[in-house]
């Protein structure tokens, strides 16, 4: 091959390069959401404990891989009278093949989670992508969910939400002040009494 032959073949190929590095270099982007706008654009809210992770092709000809999980153990809050509830996340692993969506949440069996998701068909049903699920250390009356600054909201004035003092990086708030919290905004919406 020539000098001309491979300044051709580089020339070519170059398109192909830069289109495979702008795909790589994709990424996940998401508005930041308050517990009130995660309570006011969910679906369905519950407390659930994860069962079962499975992932599987979701398309007969094997182009992208989900994952279902499904929650027992179910405290409805909002939008939930069943006992189990299964939701539906793009990505996961089958046989060698491993799919990974950027952000998305991941669960694992026998974990506690408080969820916000919305009933729609996308590649995380979770209200803000992953915003929307909050997981539960410890159990009985030491439960609590550890939230961010963001998530950090104080009680309602008026149906207005108050923002607490602002503190940087995460805080560990009581499950049953946090649920409260959660019955509140929902109840603003006019979700719940």
């Known amino acids: 091959m020539n000098v001309v ?3 051709r073949a580089l020339c070519a190929a170059l398109p192909l390069v830069l289109f495979a590095v702008a795909r790589v270099a994709v990424a996940t982007s998401i ?5 009130d706008a995660l309570a006011a654009e969910a679906d369905r809210v519950f407390v659930g404990t994860v069962a079962v992770v499975r992932s599987q092709w979701a398309d007969s000809e094997q182009h992208s891989i989900e994952t279902l999980v499904t929650f027992t153990n179910i405290e409805p809050l909002f939008g939930v009278d069943t006992a189990e509830v299964e939701l539906r996340f793009g ?6 093949v491993t799919e990974m969506v950027a952000g998305m949440p991941t669960f694992t069996v026998g974990e506690r989670v408080v969820i916000f998701a919305r009933n729609q068909l996308a590649v995380s049903p979770i209200v803000g992508f992953n915003q929307g699920c909050m997981r539960i250390e410890g159990g009985g009356d030491d439960a609590s969910v550890t939230l961010t600054t963001r998530d ?4 309602l004035s008026s149906g207005r939400a108050v923002l607490a003092e602002a503190a940087s990086g995460e805080v560990a708030m009581p ?4 649920l409260a919290n959660v019955r509140q905004r929902l109840a603003v919406r006019g979700a719940i009494k």
């Open 175 to 178: 499950l049953r002040e946090f």
């Open 91 to 96: 990505g996961g692993s089958v046989g060698d």
């Open 31 to 35: 508005v930041e959401k308050d517990l």
């Open 5 to 7: 032959q491979c300044r």
């Open 152 to 155: 950090r909201l104080g009680t």
